[in-house]
């Protein structure tokens, strides 16, 4: 067990893990206040169907960086714009939770930058009164 809790440890540490993880439940979001029949998803054209495009973008797009974290720019502004778009789609963005949600995973994800290795041995700084 806890060789299984230092392994998912180093992974979220290397991964726009918790930006992720916020698309994701605002994706999920949009999408839940987006489900209705299939017959009235058919009826009402793309109205309808844009609360699963843009939800379901949403996940993908919060999915997408945990495998390739050197893509976190190009997903966390497409998660972040369809957040926005979903305000206009699909039940005001989820009832404005969604859109938060997606806003803030998709900002989380730009602004992550991968942890730098620690230095074991750091040189002392020269002596200005040490001349060859």
Request: charged residues 10%; positive net charge; glycine residues 18%.
């Amino acid at each position: 067990m806890r060789a299984l809790w230092g392994w998912f440890g180093a992974f979220r540490r290397t991964r726009p893990f918790w930006g992720c993880v916020w698309l994701v439940a605002g994706g999920w979001t949009v999408l839940k206040f987006s489900l209705s029949s299939l017959q009235l998803i058919v009826a009402t054209g793309f109205g309808g169907v844009a609360g699963y495009l843009v939800g379901g973008g949403m996940i993908l797009s919060g999915l997408v960086p945990l495998v390739l974290p050197s893509q976190r720019w190009t997903f966390g502004l497409i998660g972040a714009v369809l957040a926005v778009v979903s305000l206009v789609t699909s039940n005001l963005g989820g009832f404005v939770v969604g859109m938060a949600l997606g806003v803030l995973g998709g900002s989380m994800m730009v602004g992550w930058g991968p942890k730098r290795p620690r230095r074991r041995h750091r040189r002392p700084a020269p002596d200005p009164t040490d001349r060859p």
